[in-house]
């Protein structure tokens, strides 16, 4: 669940975007890929040519050699990543490493004109220079500050560099055409772009979660849950794997409050939510699905073995405490959990969805306070699967449930 306080304002800046927000601003990648070769074949291949139809004129020396090198890592490195991003790869990595190949191709095409002795254009550029805003810009789609801020850093250190190497090898002020003044305002607007993006991540990741978040328990919400699952079954169709999806809803839920009053209705839901969270990997996807309805996205799990997770999570749920004010013994709830799995019991979205709600209304008309999955899973009970598992100790003995304290 979210915290309560106030982080600091580093913490707020250098800090890992939330797995939703993650999955967001990977979902741009692809797209940012392909423009990017698009770009790097336009900022190489101009100069390039230019270039290489200078070198052939009689008496020029220059020898392009180095040039086409340049060129070729840098298409080298495009496609590198738009091949990863294809393939779903690298998703804790991809933003930083595209990111600091954007600058550092604008900072190559600098360096291309240095190298084709045009110094006054490398420092002095109304064409290349405005890229690297477009470059540190993008990083505010990925929805990660420390993207912004490594990225802003690199292009101010890779500027430097080349207005360095330019006054070291030209006199260039003598002819008027280089000014101090001029470099420290275009390195003070790099930095201000940094800022900006940073700023800009830092407060869409705040509004995006408000969004995205059921603000009582601090689960994801519905439609952010119906994206993922989309997102599941495309990518383990492409992949050829497996998931689990579940279906969670608390038993009676309408009598305990009635007997305990709201408040001790949010204490359930508040102790269901944080037990789902704190059993469930960090790659699981947890939601409110509304009122007292919980959904689950199990990634690379198959049904038998969700089955047996739930089964653990629904005794944890039952033999956990709830704690009322007013109330001198505490009480307890039950779950009902109906599970489904892909693709064998559908092949979309809503077939696996569909079929786990089914199961989940199976497990209510059978007496609740049960896990209800595919056929094999459900034909022995937990009881008759220890021998597959490693042993739990039993679970307390009940509390008293809705309309027995």
Request: proline content about 5%; overall charge neutral; aromatic content about 8%.
């Amino acid at each position: 669940m979210q915290s309560s306080s106030n982080p600091s304002p580093w913490r707020r800046v250098w800090s890992p975007p939330e797995p939703e927000i993650s999955e967001a601003g990977f979902g741009g990648e692809l797209l940012i890929a392909g423009i990017r070769l698009l770009l790097v074949l336009i900022l190489v291949f101009i100069p390039a040519q230019e270039y290489i139809s200078s070198a052939i004129h009689e008496g020029d020396n220059r020898d392009p050699r180095a040039l086409l090198a340049a060129a070729g890592v840098a298409l080298l490195g495009a496609l590198m990543i738009y091949a990863a991003t294809r393939r779903h790869r690298g998703r804790s990595w991809i933003g930083f490493a595209s990111s600091l190949l954007d600058v550092s191709l604008v900072s190559g095409t600098l360096a291309m004109l240095v190298l084709l002795g045009r110094p006054s254009e490398a420092t002095n550029s109304l064409v290349v220079f405005p890229v690297y805003f477009l470059a540190i810009g993008a990083t505010s789609l990925r929805y990660d500050a420390r993207i912004c801020l490594v990225t802003g850093v690199l292009a101010l250190l890779q500027y430097a560099a080349i207005v360095a190497w330019v006054v070291l090898r030209w006199d260039l002020a003598a002819d008027g055409v280089f000014r101090w003044s001029d470099q420290g305002w275009r390195m003070a607007h790099i930095a201000g772009a940094m800022l900006l993006s940073a700023t800009i991540v830092v407060r869409s990741r705040e509004l995006r979660l408000l969004s995205t978040r059921d603000r009582f328990t601090g689960l994801l919400n519905r439609a952010v849950f119906n994206e993922q699952l989309e997102r599941e079954v495309a990518f383990s169709r492409r992949e050829g794997q497996r998931f689990a999806v579940a279906m969670v809803d608390i038993d009676h839920f309408k009598r305990f409050n009635d007997t305990y009053g709201h408040a001790g209705g949010d204490e359930a839901l508040r102790l269901v939510a944080a037990t789902l969270r704190g059993t469930c990997r960090e790659s699981d996807v947890v939601a409110r699905y509304g009122g007292e309805e919980f959904a689950l996205i199990l990634p690379a799990v198959r049904s038998g073995r969700a089955h047996d997770l739930l089964e653990r999570f629904r005794r944890v749920v039952a033999a956990t405490p709830i704690h009322l004010s007013g109330r001198p013994r505490p009480v307890s709830v039950t779950i009902s959990i109906g599970v489904a799995s892909f693709p064998e019991d559908g092949i979309t979205a809503a077939e696996v969805l569909g079929v786990a709600d089914r199961r989940l209304y199976e497990a209510k008309e059978g007496g609740r306070d049960r896990v209800v999955g595919p056929p094999r899973a459900t034909a022995r009970p937990a009881d008759q699967r220890g021998d597959e598992e490693e042993e739990e100790p039993s679970p307390p003995a009940p509390l008293p449930r809705a309309g027995e304290g």
